[in-house]
């Protein structure tokens, strides 16, 4: 298996090939669409694809104000709304940017504060907002923190590797993509070996290794149509 069968929601593509599955009671249809890859949460695909980690609510970090007493090395943790509160500075709402643009907003209000040239460090000490989800046949399956450059190896990695029983060529991620929900199915041993490239994770995804409720329309889809040389990608569609 060199690819990645990605099961999508029919609104997401206007290219549809032949039911492979029959829907009903025994779950939704899957028809054959062509695309190569899982899009990212906002569709993007490509050299598009990729995750920088953003501030979330309750995130813990770590602040450092060069030359400033009372500023060095600071632990602080965001409340609910993804705001710190730093001397001088003041309430600085930080949910959603990122490291670097958090960065800039606490010099800024620093500046205000009458600070001088602020020489500003923040750095992610425990990510609590942004995490995957690995289950499945793996050593540790719970909940992870998605930071920048985050993939599927890496994930399964975090979960202390895939158990004695995994079944690597059944490694599904679930991810709602522009309010849709689909579903991807990778060989792991194939990335392993780099057949083809080892997909980026997003928050709210959930990784699932060696079995998940819709095994049994992966084989019915892989049955009909096995992969060889190139990805199988299908479209749900539950209006069947």
Same mark, same amino acid.
């Given at each position: 298996?060199?690819?990645?069968?990605?099961?999508?929601?029919?609104?997401?593509?206007?290219?549809?090939?032949?039911?492979?599955?029959?829907?009903?009671?025994?779950?939704?249809?899957?028809?054959?669409?062509?695309?190569?890859?899982?899009?990212?949460?906002?569709?993007?695909?490509?050299?598009?694809?990729?995750?920088?980690?953003?501030?979330?609510?309750?995130?813990?970090?770590?602040?450092?104000?060069?030359?400033?007493?009372?500023?060095?090395?600071?632990?602080?943790?965001?409340?609910?709304?993804?705001?710190?509160?730093?001397?001088?500075?003041?309430?600085?709402?930080?949910?959603?940017?990122?490291?670097?643009?958090?960065?800039?907003?606490?010099?800024?209000?620093?500046?205000?504060?009458?600070?001088?040239?602020?020489?500003?460090?923040?750095?992610?000490?425990?990510?609590?907002?942004?995490?995957?989800?690995?289950?499945?046949?793996?050593?540790?399956?719970?909940?992870?923190?998605?930071?920048?450059?985050?993939?599927?190896?890496?994930?399964?990695?975090?979960?202390?590797?895939?158990?004695?029983?995994?079944?690597?060529?059944?490694?599904?991620?679930?991810?709602?993509?522009? %309010? !849709?929900? $689909? +579903?991807?199915?990778?060989?792991?041993? #194939?990335?392993?070996?780099? @057949?083809?490239?080892?997909? *980026? /994770?997003?928050?709210?995804?959930?990784?699932?290794?060696?079995?998940?409720? %819709? !095994?049994? $329309? +992966?084989?019915?889809?892989?049955?009909? #149509?096995?992969?060889?040389? @190139?990805?199988?990608?299908? *479209? /749900?569609?539950?209006?069947?």
């Amino acid at each position: 298996m060199v690819g990645a069968i990605a099961l999508m929601s029919v609104s997401l593509s206007g290219c549809y090939g032949r039911s492979m599955v029959a829907g009903g009671v025994g779950g939704p249809s899957v028809t054959r669409v062509d695309a190569s890859e899982l899009p990212g949460p906002d569709g993007q695909v490509g050299a598009d694809q990729g995750y920088t980690y953003r501030i979330g609510p309750y995130d813990k970090l770590i602040i450092d104000v060069f030359g400033i007493d009372g500023l060095s090395d600071r632990r602080l943790t965001a409340d609910g709304t993804g705001t710190i509160t730093l001397p001088i500075a003041g309430p600085a709402n930080l949910n959603d940017l990122t490291l670097g643009e958090a960065t800039d907003r606490i010099a800024q209000q620093l500046r205000a504060g009458y600070v001088r040239d602020p020489r500003v460090s923040v750095n992610l000490e425990q990510s609590v907002s942004r995490f995957v989800t690995i289950d499945g046949e793996v050593k540790q399956s719970g909940n992870y923190p998605v930071i920048s450059g985050m993939t599927l190896m890496r994930g399964v990695a975090a979960a202390q590797g895939a158990g004695e029983f995994a079944k690597l060529q059944e490694v599904v991620i679930h991810r709602k993509v522009q %309010g !849709r929900q $689909m +579903i991807a199915l990778y060989d792991l041993q #194939a990335i392993r070996r780099g @057949a083809y490239a080892d997909p *980026v /994770l997003y928050p709210g995804d959930i990784v699932v290794v060696g079995d998940s409720p %819709g !095994r049994r $329309m +992966i084989q019915q889809l892989v049955q009909v #149509a096995p992969l060889l040389v @190139a990805p199988l990608i299908g *479209v /749900l569609d539950s209006n069947n």
